[in-house]
Nanobody, 130 residues
Framework: VQLVESGGALVQPGGSLRLSCAAS????????LGWFRQAPGKEREGVSC????????YYADSVKGRFTISRDNDKNTMYLQMNSLKPEDPAVYYC????????????????????????WGQGTHVAVSS
């Protein structure tokens, strides 16, 4: 199993980035997928997730309206389009895969749990600075 993130970079406030997560070694179509982030000295935060079946999504309030999650099952790849980046967005961004579609739970409860995700990438760094 492998999840490989890419696309992290240094951008100015208000800028945009698109993160990618390329997956292999498991039935991609059957897994919900999520993005988490962790800033230095802070706990890991669930940012967004997308279900496996109907593609329904969840966004943390901190990114709602600015970030868009998507998946391409033909390419075994997930994306996170990040617009209007703010100084509070810098972190290491991780992609993760969940076999039991806990993204539906996140939609109902308003939060993601890292414990629901079995597979993780190594992370990609996002920095925001002028």
């Amino acid at each position: 199993v492998q999840l490989v993130e890419s696309g992290g970079a240094l951008v100015q406030p208000g800028g945009s980035l698109r993160l990618s997560c390329a997956a292999s070694g498991f039935p991609f179509d059957d897994f919900a997928l999520g993005w988490f982030r962790q800033a230095p000295g802070k706990e890991r935060e669930g940012v967004s997730c997308i279900s496996s079946s109907d593609g329904s999504t969840y966004y943390a309030d901190s990114v709602k309206g600015r970030f868009t999650i998507s998946r391409d099952n033909d390419k075994n790849t997930m994306y996170l389009q990040m617009n209007s980046l703010k100084p509070e967005d810098p972190a290491v961004y991780y992609c993760a895969a969940d076999p039991l579609n806990y993204c539906y739970t996140a939609q109902a409860t308003g939060s993601m749990s890292s414990a629901d995700y079995d597979y993780w990438g190594q992370g990609t760094h996002v920095a925001v600075s002028s």
